[in-house]
């Protein structure tokens, strides 16, 4: 975990997909009066393509690059809350930006949870059409806890949480109360 700044000029979100990130992004950005930037969204309004077109249509490394990019600008809008996709970690590059310029809040929750909020938009997610998508967040979650966990400020399981509680924790632990 690294030093909390004792009032940071951005919060990151990171985790995997159907933790809460753009939710919990948007209701933070409205009680800071701080602005939304969210790193598929900024790509998508980019390129004028999603990211299940880019992985399709051009392969994950072009999407990664493009979402290095992105996040590289992102810190020139400061203060704000940055919304990342769920393999913004993946990148060394990215997860030194991250710590360099935000508190990083890690979204966890159980994969049934992620599993029951994602079923609505799953054709969304590219990474998560390959497999039976159960197995497919698992596999995600093991490759990925330990780079959340080598960045994060704190990790929040969402799972049995509101919106607005998960917004108290991460204010109160980011000295922003
Ligand atoms: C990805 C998660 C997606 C999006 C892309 C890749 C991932 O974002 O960036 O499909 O690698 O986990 P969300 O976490 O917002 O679903």
Request: aromatic fraction near 4%; glycine fraction near 6%.
């Amino acid at each position: 975990m690294s030093t909390i700044p004792q009032y940071p000029q951005s919060i990151a979100l990171i985790g995997l997909s159907g933790t809460g990130k753009s939710t919990v992004g948007q209701v933070l950005a409205e009680r800071l009066g701080w602005s939304l930037l969210d790193t598929d969204a900024t790509i998508v309004e980019q390129t004028g393509r999603s990211a299940a077109e880019i992985f399709a249509e051009n392969g994950e490394a072009v999407f990664r690059d493009l979402e290095t990019q992105v996040l590289a600008n992102i810190f020139a809008h400061t203060p704000c809350i940055v919304a990342t996709g769920g393999g913004i970690v993946l990148r060394e590059t990215n997860r030194t930006l991250l710590q360099q310029n935000s508190y990083i809040v890690w979204l966890d929750a159980p994969i049934e949870t992620l599993i029951a909020r994602l079923q609505a938009h799953d054709e969304e997610r590219p990474l998560l059409q390959r497999n039976d998508p159960s197995t497919q967040l698992a596999q995600l979650q093991s490759e990925r806890a330990a780079l959340y966990q080598t960045i994060a400020d704190i990790r929040i399981d969402t799972g049995e949480k509101t919106t607005t509680e998960i917004c108290d924790s991460i204010l109160q632990a980011a000295n922003l109360t």
